[in-house]
Protein backbone atom coordinates (compact mmCIF):
# COMPACT_ATOMS: atom_id res chain seq x y z
CA UNK A 1 0.00 0.00 0.00
CA UNK A 2 1.51 3.35 -0.96
CA UNK A 3 1.79 6.03 1.73
CA UNK A 4 2.70 3.42 4.41
CA UNK A 5 6.54 4.72 4.91
CA UNK A 6 7.60 7.61 6.59
CA UNK A 7 10.69 9.69 6.40
CA UNK A 8 13.96 9.79 3.89
CA UNK A 9 16.81 8.41 6.04
CA UNK A 10 14.83 7.19 9.24
CA UNK A 11 12.31 5.39 7.77
CA UNK A 12 9.42 3.60 9.50
CA UNK A 13 7.06 1.50 7.19
CA UNK A 14 3.80 0.28 9.34
CA UNK A 15 1.31 -2.13 8.18
CA UNK A 16 -1.68 -3.90 9.98
CA UNK A 17 -5.54 -3.50 10.81
CA UNK A 18 -7.49 -2.66 13.11
CA UNK A 19 -9.27 -6.59 13.54
CA UNK A 20 -6.44 -8.52 11.79
CA UNK A 21 -4.12 -10.65 13.46
CA UNK A 22 -1.01 -7.95 14.23
CA UNK A 23 0.38 -4.49 13.66
CA UNK A 24 3.71 -3.52 12.99
CA UNK A 25 6.26 -1.90 11.41
CA UNK A 26 10.18 -2.00 10.06
CA UNK A 27 12.69 1.28 10.70
CA UNK A 28 15.33 1.45 8.09
CA UNK A 29 18.52 4.18 8.27
CA UNK A 30 18.49 3.81 12.18
CA UNK A 31 22.54 4.50 12.97
CA UNK A 32 24.27 1.75 15.28
CA UNK A 33 25.09 2.07 18.83
CA UNK A 34 22.03 3.17 19.75
CA UNK A 35 20.33 1.43 23.48
CA UNK A 36 16.92 0.17 22.74
CA UNK A 37 14.71 -2.33 24.53
CA UNK A 38 11.64 -3.71 24.48
CA UNK A 39 10.68 -2.10 27.90
CA UNK A 40 11.85 1.53 26.10
CA UNK A 41 9.31 1.24 23.50
CA UNK A 42 6.69 -0.21 26.24
CA UNK A 43 6.86 2.55 28.10
CA UNK A 44 5.45 4.94 24.95
CA UNK A 45 3.20 2.40 23.97
CA UNK A 46 1.51 2.18 27.32
CA UNK A 47 0.25 5.82 27.42
CA UNK A 48 -1.85 5.31 24.02
CA UNK A 49 -2.68 1.31 24.55
CA UNK A 50 -6.71 0.96 24.55
CA UNK A 51 -7.66 0.97 27.78
CA UNK A 52 -5.41 3.69 28.89
CA UNK A 53 -7.69 6.89 27.46
CA UNK A 54 -9.13 7.12 30.88
CA UNK A 55 -12.56 8.67 31.44
CA UNK A 56 -12.58 9.08 27.47
CA UNK A 57 -11.06 6.01 26.26
CA UNK A 58 -12.20 2.90 24.68
CA UNK A 59 -13.88 -0.19 26.09
CA UNK A 60 -11.31 -2.78 24.18
CA UNK A 61 -8.42 -3.90 26.25
CA UNK A 62 -4.92 -4.67 24.57
CA UNK A 63 -2.03 -4.94 25.98
CA UNK A 64 0.20 -3.87 22.92
CA UNK A 65 2.85 -5.59 24.25
CA UNK A 66 5.72 -4.80 21.76
CA UNK A 67 8.09 -7.51 20.18
CA UNK A 68 11.58 -6.92 18.87
CA UNK A 69 12.37 -9.37 15.48
CA UNK A 70 15.87 -7.71 14.59
CA UNK A 71 18.03 -4.77 14.25
CA UNK A 72 19.07 -4.90 18.23
CA UNK A 73 21.99 -6.68 19.49
CA UNK A 74 22.87 -6.97 23.35
CA UNK A 75 20.96 -3.56 24.00
CA UNK A 76 22.10 -1.66 21.13
CA UNK A 77 21.13 -1.07 17.24
CA UNK A 78 22.87 -2.56 15.15
CA UNK A 79 22.42 -0.32 11.92
CA UNK A 80 20.26 -3.06 10.21
CA UNK A 81 16.50 -3.12 9.64
CA UNK A 82 14.96 -3.12 13.16
CA UNK A 83 11.37 -4.86 12.84
CA UNK A 84 8.31 -5.04 15.63
CA UNK A 85 5.06 -6.76 16.20
CA UNK A 86 2.17 -5.70 18.37
CA UNK A 87 0.06 -8.31 18.57
CA UNK A 88 -4.36 -8.13 18.51
CA UNK A 89 -5.09 -10.10 21.34
CA UNK A 90 -8.93 -8.36 21.46
CA UNK A 91 -10.37 -7.88 17.93
CA UNK A 92 -14.15 -8.41 17.83
CA UNK A 93 -14.97 -7.88 14.26
CA UNK A 94 -18.04 -9.39 14.86
CA UNK A 95 -18.84 -5.86 15.92
CA UNK A 96 -19.47 -4.22 12.49
CA UNK A 97 -20.91 -6.77 10.85
CA UNK A 98 -24.84 -4.52 11.13
CA UNK A 99 -22.70 -1.67 9.32
CA UNK A 100 -21.09 -3.50 7.01
CA UNK A 101 -23.57 -1.97 4.23
CA UNK A 102 -23.36 1.07 5.81
CA UNK A 103 -21.10 4.12 5.38
CA UNK A 104 -20.54 5.94 8.26
CA UNK A 105 -20.54 9.88 8.72
CA UNK A 106 -16.92 11.36 9.63
CA UNK A 107 -14.88 8.25 8.58
CA UNK A 108 -12.97 6.85 5.77
CA UNK A 109 -15.69 4.40 4.49
CA UNK A 110 -16.73 6.19 1.15
CA UNK A 111 -13.03 7.67 0.36
CA UNK A 112 -11.53 4.01 0.14
CA UNK A 113 -14.52 2.84 -1.70
CA UNK A 114 -13.78 5.41 -4.17
CA UNK A 115 -9.70 4.63 -4.02
CA UNK A 116 -9.56 0.59 -4.04
CA UNK A 117 -13.21 0.16 -4.65
CA UNK A 118 -13.57 -2.50 -1.55
CA UNK A 119 -13.07 -0.99 2.66
CA UNK A 120 -12.01 -3.14 5.32
CA UNK A 121 -15.31 -2.79 7.82
CA UNK A 122 -14.07 -4.01 10.52
CA UNK A 123 -13.42 -0.88 12.81
CA UNK A 124 -12.06 0.88 9.22
CA UNK A 125 -8.58 -1.40 8.72
CA UNK A 126 -5.80 0.52 8.03
CA UNK A 127 -7.45 3.70 8.36
CA UNK A 128 -8.08 2.82 12.09
CA UNK A 129 -6.31 4.76 15.27
CA UNK A 130 -5.21 1.35 16.19
CA UNK A 131 -3.03 1.56 13.13
CA UNK A 132 -0.54 4.57 15.31
CA UNK A 133 0.21 2.11 18.12
CA UNK A 134 3.20 1.33 15.42
CA UNK A 135 3.90 4.67 14.86
CA UNK A 136 4.26 4.97 18.44
CA UNK A 137 6.64 2.27 18.64
CA UNK A 138 8.66 4.06 15.65
CA UNK A 139 8.47 7.71 17.54
CA UNK A 140 10.29 5.50 20.54
CA UNK A 141 13.35 4.16 18.70
CA UNK A 142 13.96 7.64 17.00
CA UNK A 143 13.71 9.31 20.99
CA UNK A 144 16.06 7.13 21.52
CA UNK A 145 18.25 8.43 18.97
CA UNK A 146 17.43 12.14 19.60
CA UNK A 147 18.09 11.26 23.68
CA UNK A 148 21.35 10.63 22.72
CA UNK A 149 21.83 13.99 20.97
CA UNK A 150 20.46 16.22 23.70
CA UNK A 151 16.88 16.79 22.15
CA UNK A 152 13.89 16.32 24.41
CA UNK A 153 10.00 16.21 22.87
CA UNK A 154 7.00 16.55 25.55
CA UNK A 155 3.36 16.31 24.30
CA UNK A 156 0.01 17.85 26.31
CA UNK A 157 -3.42 19.27 25.94
CA UNK A 158 -3.87 22.76 25.64
CA UNK A 159 -8.14 22.62 24.66
CA UNK A 160 -10.27 19.87 25.33
CA UNK A 161 -14.25 20.30 24.44
CA UNK A 162 -13.81 24.04 23.50
CA UNK A 163 -12.12 25.07 27.32
CA UNK A 164 -8.46 26.17 27.05
CA UNK A 165 -5.89 26.02 29.55
CA UNK A 166 -2.59 27.75 30.62
CA UNK A 167 0.26 25.46 30.20
CA UNK A 168 1.54 25.75 33.52
CA UNK A 169 2.85 22.90 34.17
CA UNK A 170 3.47 20.95 31.21
CA UNK A 171 6.67 18.85 31.63
CA UNK A 172 4.06 16.92 34.70
CA UNK A 173 0.97 15.94 31.61
CA UNK A 174 1.78 12.99 31.09
CA UNK A 175 0.65 11.63 34.12
CA UNK A 176 -2.18 13.89 34.25
CA UNK A 177 -6.11 12.94 33.24
CA UNK A 178 -6.11 14.64 29.62
CA UNK A 179 -2.39 14.84 29.25
CA UNK A 180 -3.63 18.14 30.73
CA UNK A 181 -1.22 21.34 30.67
CA UNK A 182 -2.53 22.50 33.38
CA UNK A 183 -4.14 20.47 36.50
CA UNK A 184 -6.63 23.04 37.65
CA UNK A 185 -8.44 22.59 34.21
CA UNK A 186 -9.34 18.87 34.79
CA UNK A 187 -12.31 18.81 36.67
CA UNK A 188 -13.83 21.59 34.19
CA UNK A 189 -12.57 19.03 31.27
CA UNK A 190 -14.12 15.92 33.27
CA UNK A 191 -17.60 17.59 33.40
CA UNK A 192 -17.14 18.36 29.70
CA UNK A 193 -16.92 14.74 28.69
CA UNK A 194 -19.72 13.40 30.80
CA UNK A 195 -21.80 15.61 29.59
CA UNK A 196 -20.58 14.60 25.91
CA UNK A 197 -20.36 11.09 26.83
CA UNK A 198 -24.27 11.54 28.54
CA UNK A 199 -25.79 12.49 25.19
CA UNK A 200 -23.67 9.40 23.42
CA UNK A 201 -21.31 11.95 21.68
CA UNK A 202 -17.81 12.87 21.23
CA UNK A 203 -15.19 15.65 21.82
CA UNK A 204 -11.91 16.97 19.99
CA UNK A 205 -9.19 19.12 21.36
CA UNK A 206 -6.03 21.17 20.65
CA UNK A 207 -2.46 18.71 21.36
CA UNK A 208 1.22 21.00 21.37
CA UNK A 209 3.61 19.44 21.40
CA UNK A 210 7.47 21.20 22.83
CA UNK A 211 10.57 19.88 21.58
CA UNK A 212 14.10 21.32 23.42
CA UNK A 213 17.59 21.05 22.61
CA UNK A 214 16.97 20.90 18.99
CA UNK A 215 20.52 22.08 17.21
CA UNK A 216 20.18 25.38 14.90
CA UNK A 217 19.93 24.21 11.33
CA UNK A 218 17.76 21.48 11.04
CA UNK A 219 15.25 21.99 8.07
CA UNK A 220 16.02 21.65 3.93
CA UNK A 221 15.41 25.15 2.18
CA UNK A 222 12.32 25.51 0.30
CA UNK A 223 10.26 22.21 -0.32
CA UNK A 224 11.55 20.23 3.06
CA UNK A 225 11.20 23.21 5.75
CA UNK A 226 11.22 21.35 9.15
CA UNK A 227 8.08 23.58 9.93
CA UNK A 228 6.17 21.70 6.25
CA UNK A 229 7.76 18.94 7.33
CA UNK A 230 6.20 18.42 10.72
CA UNK A 231 2.45 20.07 9.28
CA UNK A 232 2.94 16.99 6.91
CA UNK A 233 3.68 14.49 9.63
CA UNK A 234 1.18 15.49 12.45
CA UNK A 235 -1.37 15.97 9.58
CA UNK A 236 -0.95 12.51 8.71
CA UNK A 237 -2.86 11.46 11.97
CA UNK A 238 -5.88 10.47 11.22
CA UNK A 239 -8.13 12.61 13.88
CA UNK A 240 -5.82 15.73 13.23
CA UNK A 241 -7.30 18.91 10.83
CA UNK A 242 -5.34 21.30 11.44
CA UNK A 243 -1.61 22.52 12.09
CA UNK A 244 0.50 25.64 13.63
CA UNK A 245 3.93 26.29 14.52
CA UNK A 246 4.65 28.74 16.87
CA UNK A 247 2.29 31.61 16.97
CA UNK A 248 0.82 30.42 14.09
CA UNK A 249 -2.46 31.44 13.14
CA UNK A 250 -2.50 34.07 16.04
CA UNK A 251 0.43 35.59 13.77
CA UNK A 252 -2.24 36.88 11.36
CA UNK A 253 -3.97 39.37 13.57
CA UNK A 254 -0.65 40.77 14.52
CA UNK A 255 2.27 43.42 13.27
CA UNK A 256 5.37 42.62 12.42
CA UNK A 257 6.94 44.46 15.43
CA UNK A 258 4.41 42.55 17.65
CA UNK A 259 5.38 39.20 15.81
CA UNK A 260 8.88 39.44 15.34
CA UNK A 261 11.35 37.91 17.68
CA UNK A 262 14.29 40.47 19.22
CA UNK A 263 17.31 38.54 18.30
CA UNK A 264 18.62 38.93 21.71
CA UNK A 265 20.60 36.73 24.52
CA UNK A 266 18.48 35.16 26.08
CA UNK A 267 15.92 35.05 24.01
CA UNK A 268 12.97 36.96 25.23
CA UNK A 269 10.13 35.40 23.01
CA UNK A 270 9.31 32.63 20.68
CA UNK A 271 6.51 33.65 18.44
CA UNK A 272 8.72 31.80 15.19
CA UNK A 273 8.38 28.57 17.46
CA UNK A 274 11.85 27.84 16.76
CA UNK A 275 11.40 27.84 12.96
CA UNK A 276 12.74 30.69 10.94
CA UNK A 277 13.04 30.09 7.39
CA UNK A 278 12.12 26.35 7.64
CA UNK A 279 15.13 26.31 9.70
CA UNK A 280 15.53 25.36 13.25
CA UNK A 281 17.21 28.40 14.86
CA UNK A 282 17.95 26.87 18.10
CA UNK A 283 15.20 27.68 20.40
CA UNK A 284 12.59 24.78 21.47
CA UNK A 285 10.63 23.81 18.39
CA UNK A 286 6.57 24.23 19.11
CA UNK A 287 3.90 23.16 17.02
CA UNK A 288 -0.21 22.58 18.12
CA UNK A 289 -2.61 20.09 16.43
CA UNK A 290 -6.43 20.36 16.55
CA UNK A 291 -8.04 16.98 16.78
CA UNK A 292 -11.33 16.52 15.71
CA UNK A 293 -14.23 14.97 17.53
CA UNK A 294 -14.40 10.96 17.65
CA UNK A 295 -16.80 10.11 14.23
CA UNK A 296 -17.92 6.94 15.74
CA UNK A 297 -21.00 8.12 17.71
CA UNK A 298 -23.99 6.79 19.27
CA UNK A 299 -26.45 9.44 18.23
CA UNK A 300 -29.15 8.66 14.97
CA UNK A 301 -27.06 10.24 11.81
CA UNK A 302 -28.13 10.17 8.55
CA UNK A 303 -26.24 8.20 5.81
CA UNK A 304 -25.97 6.11 2.80
CA UNK A 305 -25.30 2.25 1.82
CA UNK A 306 -22.86 1.25 -0.07
CA UNK A 307 -25.24 1.27 -2.95
CA UNK A 308 -26.28 5.00 -2.77
CA UNK A 309 -29.73 4.19 -0.61
CA UNK A 310 -30.56 6.64 2.45
CA UNK A 311 -30.15 5.46 5.61
CA UNK A 312 -29.82 5.88 9.30
CA UNK A 313 -26.88 4.81 11.15
CA UNK A 314 -26.09 4.57 14.73
CA UNK A 315 -22.60 3.54 14.89
CA UNK A 316 -21.83 0.44 17.47
CA UNK A 317 -18.41 -1.07 18.97
CA UNK A 318 -15.73 -0.13 21.21
CA UNK A 319 -14.80 3.42 20.86
CA UNK A 320 -13.01 6.00 22.56
CA UNK A 321 -15.43 9.26 23.29
CA UNK A 322 -12.21 11.33 22.49
CA UNK A 323 -8.88 11.24 20.58
CA UNK A 324 -7.53 12.76 23.75
CA UNK A 325 -5.53 11.94 25.21
CA UNK A 326 -4.35 8.56 23.25
CA UNK A 327 -3.59 10.92 20.63
CA UNK A 328 -1.21 12.40 22.42
CA UNK A 329 1.67 10.27 22.07
CA UNK A 330 1.22 9.51 18.89
CA UNK A 331 1.52 13.14 17.68
CA UNK A 332 4.74 12.85 20.18
CA UNK A 333 6.19 9.96 18.18
CA UNK A 334 5.64 11.93 14.85
CA UNK A 335 7.50 14.75 15.83
CA UNK A 336 10.39 12.56 17.00
CA UNK A 337 9.93 10.72 14.19
CA UNK A 338 10.65 14.14 11.62
CA UNK A 339 13.40 14.86 13.99
CA UNK A 340 15.37 11.79 13.45
CA UNK A 341 15.26 12.01 10.10
CA UNK A 342 15.95 15.80 10.09
CA UNK A 343 18.98 15.27 12.41
CA UNK A 344 20.34 12.12 10.25
CA UNK A 345 19.77 14.81 6.71
CA UNK A 346 22.14 17.41 8.85
CA UNK A 347 24.58 15.12 9.54
CA UNK A 348 24.95 14.16 6.18
CA UNK A 349 25.79 17.79 5.12
CA UNK A 350 28.67 17.88 7.49
CA UNK A 351 32.47 17.87 6.03
Request: neutral net charge; proline residues 7%; aromatic residues 4%.
Amino acid sequence: MHGSTFGDLFRLTTYGESHGPALGGVIDGCPPGVALSEAMIQRDLDRRRPGAGGLTGTARKEPDAVRLLSGVFEGETTGTPIGFVIENTNQRPGDYAAAKNLLRPGHADGTYLAKYGRRDYRGGGRASARETAARVAGGAVAGALLAARGVTVVAYTVEFGGIPCAAADADGAADRPFCAADPAVVPAWEARAREAMASGDSLGGIVEVRATGVPAGLGEPVFDKLDARLAYALMGVGAVKGVEIGNGFAAARLTGSANNDPIVTPPESNNAGGILGGISNGQPVIARAAVKPIPSIAVPQRTSDVAGNPAEIVVGGRHDRSAIPRVVPVLRAMVLLTLADMVLLQRRMRP
